[in-house]
């Protein structure tokens, strides 16, 4: 057992004001399970290339284990994956190699096959594998499971379950919960571990949020009380001043003599109180700041003339002449919220563009309503860039409601006047589920809408659906997600 210390650090990237860290002070036990939860933007990513060495900072992090961070990147994917796993680690037993491979459910066959050739979900297993089969390393594990199916999900879970010494950053609440002891949180003001799997955190940060509401409206109170106060001092300072110069107070002349004699110690104290007072009030105000708001979001959904929108009998469906989707039959109606379940490759994000009317192959009846509004979001980020302005013209959003979404869903105004390129992958997202929220629709198609998202953002986006219920359809590999949102599951095979 040892400790990874972290000392007074502080970070900020070059050409930038705000820092990410400061003075930031904390351990970790190098044999715990850690759950990694902060929203986007917040530097979960940034801290585990810290700890790799990857950035100059202020302060001391200093720890006897080697750090390894996932995914590990693969040069030459056309390469055989057991050459793969070698490459990372080559000293171990092959009945340990079988053993992993073993825990993960992975036939040995794939080792034999090139490492391009295995579905995003293997290659994220095997990786796994290659890394836990060095010893003495502490994992840095990022967002493993933006590739795997429900079934990979649970499976992935179960292993690091098995496992300890990693911090892994993951907004999957059902996984985080399969497999992590304690939870480091990235908040507002401040950086935060409990013992604890997820839904522990969330519990302690439901109650602490209520007592900070709570005190907000009293410190409200006590700050209008203040204010008030002040206002009174500041009054009696300029009937002072009036006084002092000779003037008429309230209809009486003064005693000059005896004003001339009392002015400037009156004068003294009630400037001295004015600055206790106005002391007294920043730093109540500053406490208001402590909680993590998650502002509520809008949608309005349009309503469409008929009861159902589209309806599917006996559809095959082919993707480069091969059949994905076989005798599948669907109907959506006003108010459905349906998910579409099933391993990877299996059709789903296929079956939602058909939906979206794109030309793919089918036979089959396909009945969509006429004039049906609809809105996407995509699986895929990789095509923004730009600036949000013009984003927005291009898009014919509203962008004082998009860029308010935005804020709400946890951007600063910092991140306005950035490209769109150089956003994380979870604020592009972000910028997807923004301009599909401006849009009023009879539908709404969400490929995977939740990939990268944070966990707070989340739970706004299943509070927005469930207050506001639109119809829709949608991939996601979200348990949590899609016990609370959906009123139909469909599983494709």
Wanted: net charge positive; aromatic share 10%.
């Amino acid at each position: 057992m040892s400790q990874i210390n972290i000392s007074q650090l502080t970070f900020n990237y070059e050409n930038s004001y705000h820092k990410i860290f400061e003075d930031v002070s904390f351990t970790i036990d190098s044999n715990w399970k850690l759950g990694f939860i902060g929203r986007n933007g917040r530097g979960k990513t940034t801290f585990l290339k810290l700890l790799m060495g990857l950035y100059d900072y202020s302060g001391v992090i200093s720890s006897s284990v080697n750090f390894e961070y996932f995914p590990f990147d693969v040069p030459d994917p056309s390469l055989s994956t057991i050459f793969i796993v070698d490459s990372i680690f080559d000293d171990y037993e092959p009945w340990e190699l079988d053993k992993e491979l073993s825990l993960l459910k992975l036939n040995p066959e794939v080792l034999n096959r090139s490492f391009e050739t295995l579905s995003r979900g293997e290659q994220t297993k095997i990786l796994l594998v290659a890394l836990f089969l060095k010893p003495n390393s502490f994992l840095l594990i990022d967002e493993p499971t933006n590739h795997l199916d429900l079934d990979g999900r649970m499976i992935v879970s179960d292993y690091l379950n098995k496992k300890s010494g990693f911090i892994l950053v993951s907004h999957d609440r059902n996984f985080l919960d399969g497999c992590i002891d304690h939870v480091l949180s990235i908040n507002k003001t401040d950086i935060d571990i409990q013992k604890g799997n997820y839904s522990s955190w969330a519990f302690n940060k439901q109650r602490q949020d209520q007592f900070e509401l709570n005190q907000h409206k009293k410190l409200k109170q006590e700050i209008g009380h203040l204010k008030t106060a002040a206002k009174r001092t500041e009054n009696w300072s300029q009937a002072i001043e009036k006084s002092k110069k000779g003037q008429r107070v309230s209809g009486l002349r003064p005693d000059r003599g005896h004003i001339g004699h009392q002015s400037a110690k009156m004068m003294k104290r009630s400037k001295s109180l004015e600055k206790r007072q106005e002391k007294n009030i920043q730093e109540k105000e500053k406490l208001l700041k402590n909680i993590d708001w998650s502002a509520s979001l809008q949608l309005k959904p349009q309503r469409y003339k008929k009861e159902r929108l589209i309806s599917i009998n006996h559809l095959s469906l082919f993707y480069d002449e091969r059949q994905i989707i076989k005798n599948f039959n669907l109907t959506i109606n006003q108010g459905d919220r349906i998910a579409l379940i099933g391993k990877n490759g299996s059709g789903k994000s296929s079956l939602l563009k058909l939906l979206l009317g794109e030309p793919l192959t089918f036979q089959g009846d396909l009945i969509r309503g006429s004039q049906l509004t609809l809105s996407h979001i995509p699986q895929e980020t990789g095509f923004l860039k730009g600036d949000l302005r013009r984003y927005a013209q291009d898009q014919n959003l509203n962008e004082s409601l998009f860029k308010t979404i935005l804020q709400k869903l946890g951007f600063s105004r910092e991140q306005f006047e950035k490209d769109l390129a150089s956003f994380s992958e979870g604020q592009k997202k972000k910028v997807y589920l923004a301009r599909s929220l401006c849009q009023p629709a009879h539908l709404y198609l969400w490929d995977e809408p939740l990939n990268h998202i944070d966990v707070l953002s989340r739970i706004q986006i299943e509070t927005l659906l469930l207050q506001t219920p639109p119809t829709m359809v949608f991939i996601e590999h979200d348990r949590s997600f899609i016990d609370q949102v959906a009123t139909k599951i469909i599983e494709l095979s």
